[in-house]
């Protein structure tokens, strides 16, 4: 039996207890228990979550319990619903009706005779008398013809589900690349940490051959008190890290959408991202839904220039009637036939609407234009990123090893009494920068290629190593 199945059958088994051999409390109690102990049981926090994220687990944890990512798929519903309600145009209509009332009116009397069937020559057409009408009617319509305004408006809302997917494409695109930013500022803070707890250790060590110099008369008091000052100045930016690797930590759970204690990265699986080659915006989810909505507005200015046209619609209705006061009766009567209407005047209205619809038109072409200008200049701004970084990368390895031999050899001098408390903080301190410097440039160089893929329109990750694609893993949710 699988944890998912066991509290569904101890529960079951609870039931058949109670009902069948009436057991006491004391053994529901206790099948509630072992119940609660089950591991089906467990809180998705217990069980439901990996102990240690990767970055492709994280971005797939994102796309699916990021409330960004939520209200994208509500959008998208709605959207799928305007189509339905677009395309219930062309569908007729069906109302029933039905009616029951009195009157002594001779007009509305003397029409509740006739449509009794009830008519005779001793009625006085001046007082018919009381009359009382139950009506029951199903009336049936369907427009024929509207100039072309039904199949414009289902065109857009078709275009506006398009427009809709692609912005949750975009929505997904960024959020991706938020998870992959946020899972190395993670990586990059705790080596932080790690550099800053080297050099507590080192100045530490450092303060210990200063106490014993001190002690043998080598070394001055006030540099003995350098160094003790250069510890706890050592401590603090080490509690300092500690509270940015944790507020790193907290950023990533957010972007999950997780309420978690704790989370643990796994640094060793990682799938390495590909520079794109010759990078451009074309793929780029918020063009393509802003072509949508350049071909959503056509649509719509179609729709408001139908205005002109006339418009005809076939009816017909079935009508039951019946009196039950004085010359009770009954009867049944039909109507069918087809209308047309053509509006002659209404104040402009439809020039205006084409006048609006135009302007919107206009305006979703200048913001494609718009959005296309500024991925260009994104694309070149992450190739740039990424430049500096692989530059900045090269230059701090090569600082970390000169930093590391420095202070090796400042830290002996400084033990034989050759060189000056002064000289070694600023060896330490060489060293602590470097070390720092080389991790912001690892990280640099690791989201800049996320930024670069995301200005690209690509995926984070191959659909090999995700088993899907934001758009797949967006409708799978």
């Not at 994104?378 to 390895?397: C, F, G, N, S, Y």
């Given at each position: 039996?699988?944890?998912?199945?066991?509290?569904?059958?101890?529960?079951?088994?609870?039931?058949?207890?109670?009902?069948?051999?009436?057991?006491?409390?004391?053994?529901?109690?206790?099948?509630?228990?072992?119940?609660?102990?089950?591991?089906?049981?467990?809180?998705?926090?217990?069980?439901?979550?990996?102990?240690?994220?990767?970055?492709?687990?994280?971005?797939?944890?994102?796309?699916?319990?990021?409330?960004?990512?939520?209200?994208?798929?509500?959008?998208?519903?709605?959207?799928?619903?305007?189509?339905?309600?677009?395309?219930?145009?062309?569908?007729?209509?069906?109302?029933?009706?039905?009616?029951?009332?009195?009157?002594?009116?001779?007009?509305?009397?003397?029409?509740?005779?006739?449509?009794?069937?009830?008519?005779?020559?001793?009625?006085?057409?001046?007082?018919?008398?009381?009359?009382?009408?139950?009506?029951?009617?199903?009336?049936?319509?369907?427009?024929?013809?509207?100039?072309?305004?039904?199949?414009?408006?289902?065109?857009?809302?078709?275009?506006?589900?398009?427009?809709?997917?692609?912005?949750?494409?975009?929505?997904?695109?960024?959020?991706?690349?938020?998870?992959?930013?946020?899972?190395?500022?993670?990586?990059?803070?705790?080596?932080?940490?790690?550099?800053?707890?080297?050099?507590?250790?080192?100045?530490?060590?450092?303060?210990?051959?200063?106490?014993?110099?001190?002690?043998?008369?080598?070394?001055?008091?006030?540099?003995?008190?350098?160094?003790?000052?250069?510890?706890?100045?050592?401590?603090?930016?080490?509690?300092?890290?500690?509270?940015?690797y944790d507020l790193a930590?907290?950023?990533?759970?957010?972007?999950?959408?997780?309420?978690?204690?704790?989370?643990?990265?796994?640094?060793?699986?990682?799938?390495?991202?590909?520079?794109?080659?010759?990078?451009?915006?074309?793929?780029?989810?918020?063009?393509?839904?802003?072509?949508?909505?350049?071909?959503?507005?056509?649509?719509?200015?179609?729709?408001?220039?139908?205005?002109?046209?006339?418009?005809?619609?076939?009816?017909?209705?079935?009508?039951?009637?019946?009196?039950?006061?004085?010359?009770?009766g009954s009867g049944n009567?039909?109507?069918?036939?087809?209308?047309?209407?053509?509006?002659?005047?209404?104040?402009?209205?439809?020039?205006?609407?084409?006048?609006?619809?135009?302007?919107?038109?206009?305006?979703?072409?200048?913001?494609?234009?718009?959005?296309?200008?500024?991925?260009?200049?994104?694309?070149?701004?992450?190739?740039?990123?990424?430049?500096?970084?692989?530059?900045?990368?090269?230059?701090?390895?090569?600082?970390?090893?000169?930093?590391?031999?420095?202070?090796?050899?400042?830290?002996?001098?400084?033990?034989?009494?050759?060189?000056?408390?002064?000289?070694?903080?600023?060896?330490?301190?060489?060293?602590?920068?470097?070390?720092?410097?080389?991790?912001?440039?690892?990280?640099?160089?690791?989201?800049?290629?996320?930024?670069?893929?995301?200005?690209?329109?690509?995926?984070?990750?191959?659909?090999?190593?995700?088993?899907?694609?934001?758009?797949?893993?967006?409708?799978?949710?």
């Open positions: 039996m699988t944890a998912e199945a066991a509290p569904a059958f101890l529960f079951v088994v609870i039931n058949s207890i109670f009902i069948m051999h009436k057991t006491t409390s004391n053994v529901i109690v206790f099948l509630f228990l072992v119940l609660a102990a089950s591991p089906g049981w467990c809180t998705d926090a217990q069980t439901a979550y990996p102990q240690k994220w990767t970055v492709i687990e994280a971005v797939r944890q994102a796309l699916k319990g990021n409330p960004d990512a939520g209200i994208a798929r509500h959008r998208i519903e709605a959207a799928r619903a305007a189509i339905t309600q677009a395309g219930a145009a062309f569908y007729p209509r069906l109302d029933l009706g039905a009616e029951y009332g009195g009157t002594d009116n001779p007009i509305f009397s003397f029409g509740n005779i006739l449509n009794h069937g009830s008519f005779s020559n001793s009625i006085n057409f001046n007082d018919p008398g009381v009359t009382d009408n139950l009506r029951l009617a199903a009336t049936l319509r369907y427009r024929l013809y509207n100039g072309g305004r039904d199949q414009a408006g289902l065109a857009a809302a078709k275009a506006q589900h398009q427009a809709e997917q692609q912005q949750q494409a975009a929505v997904l695109s960024t959020l991706a690349d938020q998870v992959v930013r946020s899972f190395y500022t993670i990586v990059q803070a705790k080596e932080i940490v790690a550099a800053r707890k080297s050099a507590v250790t080192a100045i530490t060590a450092s303060l210990a051959v200063a106490k014993a110099r001190y002690t043998a008369g080598d070394l001055l008091k006030a540099n003995l008190l350098d160094i003790e000052v250069q510890q706890s100045a050592a401590h603090e930016r080490l509690i300092q890290a500690h509270h940015g930590k907290r950023a990533f759970l957010n972007l999950l959408g997780l309420r978690l204690d704790d989370v643990h990265l796994d640094v060793d699986q990682q799938v390495p991202q590909q520079v794109p080659e010759n990078p451009n915006g074309n793929e780029r989810p918020e063009i393509k839904s802003l072509d949508a909505m350049i071909q959503a507005a056509e649509k719509q200015l179609t729709r408001a220039k139908a205005g002109y046209l006339p418009t005809a619609d076939l009816f017909g209705s079935y009508q039951v009637d019946q009196g039950f006061v004085n010359e009770s009567s039909w109507t069918a036939g087809v209308r047309m209407n053509y509006n002659l005047y209404e104040g402009s209205r439809t020039q205006a609407a084409i006048a609006a619809a135009t302007a919107d038109l206009a305006k979703a072409k200048e913001l494609r234009r718009k959005m296309s200008l500024a991925i260009t200049l994104e694309i070149e701004q992450a190739q740039l990123a990424l430049k500096q970084a692989e530059e900045r990368l090269v230059v701090t390895d090569k600082q970390v090893r000169l930093a590391r031999e420095s202070a090796r050899l400042f830290r002996e001098r400084f033990r034989e009494g050759v060189i000056l408390s002064s000289s070694l903080i600023d060896a330490e301190n060489r060293l602590t920068d470097a070390l720092v410097h080389a991790s912001i440039a690892k990280a640099a160089k690791k989201i800049a290629i996320a930024d670069l893929r995301r200005a690209a329109g690509l995926t984070q990750f191959p659909l090999a190593d995700t088993g899907a694609t934001q758009s797949q893993l967006s409708s799978s949710f």
